[in-house]
Structure formats: structure tokens, C-alpha cells
């Protein structure tokens, strides 16, 4: 069965710093996606990463995904406080594997700092 | 705003009790995919539809069905409920199948209580 594990579960940065969410997910898997969701609200759809060595870029985010290594990063560039949020990585995999199903990560909630 | 809709916002009900929560995806999507989240269990995909017929299936219970409409509205069942049943509903929708790797829009979610 499919795991997907995150780290940190709990992230508190200080606005201007970089740093990186993991997601490490355990078998084959088609299409990873990272979502954001505010405290209260719904998800928000961030990126979709189809291919091994796949990055993408949106202000401050940046997703990168490694299929060998079973492993994406979310990479936060100069943290500001609007990116305060919790964010999941969710992993898809397709019909070729059986039973198409879309698998998260625990989440990271992120906190920043002033 | 995504475009997706869900009703009711609110549900508080009883153990054992039945209810329906409605999904409208945005305008010319065909897929709907439903989602609950606890505390428990975190985020958890339930189920998903393209264009009516049932595509995708995920960590739904037996208790649980759902079913798209030819208007391509989604209904999801809850039946015979528990207090573990207590959790955010959502639903997403896409103008395709997930093989072609769009994004997924969320609605507003569904919070439903049990009692």
C-alpha cells in the first residue's frame, strides 16, 4: 500500500528565511500534487509534478519532484506571512496500478514569523 | 472563489441517521472527486466520478456512496452514522480525467457533526 510520509509535521520560519518541505512516498506512483489550505478554509491546488526532474515555480514556491528517489520538495524562498498555511502533498496513482487512487501526506503547517 | 459549490455548509445530526451532501462542479468540468478530512484520519480521498460513471475509488466506506448526475452534479451518501463519521466533506472538480494531470478546484466543504 502507498505511504506518503511529510516532514516537518510543524514548521515556524522567520519571514526572509528558505526553506523546504519533504515528501517522501513509498511505491511507483503516476502524478505527485502539493495544496494549500488556510486554517478554516478549503484546499487551494498548488502544483502538479507529472515527470521525474519536473520543477515548478509560483512566487515564492517551488516544487520539484524526484521519481527515483520517490521524493518531491516544496521549496519556500524568502518567507512572508501570507504563506503562513498548512501545506499537502498528494500522490496519484493511476489505473496502470490498479485501483486509481489519490494518496496525502500527513501535512506541514507552516508558520511564520516576523 | 473556485466555482465549486457544496451544500449544506453545516450538518449536525444523530448516530444512525442518513444524510445527503451536494456538490455542483464548476461549469464544463467532468470530473468530481469527493474528500473527507478529521482529525483522525487527516485527508483522505473517498471516491471519484468523470462524466458519471464512477472512476476512481479510494478510502470510502461501505456506509458511504455517491453518484454523479447527468448535469454532472455530485450527490455523496452517508448512511448509518458514527460518530467517527464527524469530519470536513469536500469536493474538487476538473474539466478531465485525472491522467491528464489537471488541477483540481475544492469547494468549500461540508462540516458535518455527528452526535
Known amino acids: 500500500e502507498l505511504k506518503v510520509e511529510q516532514n516537518p509535521l510543524f514548521l515556524s520560519m522567520q519571514e526572509g528565511k528558505n526553506y523546504t518541505i519533504y515528501c517522501n512516498y513509498s511505491?511507483?506512483?503516476?502524478?505527485l500534487y502539493w495544496y494549500r489550505q488556510d486554517p478554516g478554509k478549503s484546499l487551494e491546488s498548488l502544483f502538479v509534478l507529472l515527470s521525474n526532474g519536473a520543477v515548478k515555480q509560483e512566487g515564492r514556491l517551488m516544487a520539484s519532484l524526484d521519481t527515483k528517489a520517490r521524493l518531491s520538495t516544496l521549496h519556500i524562498t524568502a518567507a512572508v506571512h501570507d504563506l503562513s498555511a498548512t501545506y499537502f502533498c498528494?500522490?496519484?496513482?493511476?489505473?496502470?496500478?490498479?485501483?486509481?487512487?489519490?494518496?496525502f501526506g500527513t501535512g506541514t503547517r507552516l508558520t511564520i514569523i516576523p | 472563489d473556485s466555482g465549486v459549490t457544496q451544500t449544506p455548509k453545516h450538518l449536525i445530526t444523530a448516530t444512525g441517521q442518513r444524510v445527503t451532501l451536494r456538490c455542483s462542479p464548476r461549469?464544463?468540468?467532468?470530473?468530481v472527486y469527493w474528500y473527507q478530512q478529521s482529525l483522525d484520519q487527516g485527508l483522505q480521498f473517498l471516491i471519484q466520478?468523470?462524466?458519471?460513471?464512477?472512476?476512481a475509488k479510494g478510502n470510502i466506506l461501505e456506509r458511504f456512496s455517491a453518484q454523479q448526475f447527468p448535469d454532472l452534479h455530485s450527490e455523496l451518501n452517508l448512511s448509518s452514522l458514527e460518530l467517527g463519521d464527524s469530519a470536513l466533506y469536500f469536493c474538487?472538480?476538473?474539466?478531465?480525467?485525472?491522467?491528464?494531470?489537471?488541477?483540481?478546484?475544492f469547494g468549500p466543504g461540508t462540516r458535518l457533526l455527528v452526535l
Open positions: 498528494a500522490v496519484w496513482r493511476g489505473a496502470r496500478f490498479g485501483n486509481e487512487k489519490l494518496t
Open positions: 461549469s464544463g468540468d467532468l470530473s
Open positions: 474538487a472538480s476538473s474539466p478531465q480525467s485525472p491522467s491528464s494531470g489537471e488541477t483540481q478546484y
Open positions: 466520478y468523470y462524466n458519471g460513471e464512477e472512476r
Open positions: 511505491t511507483t506512483s503516476d502524478r
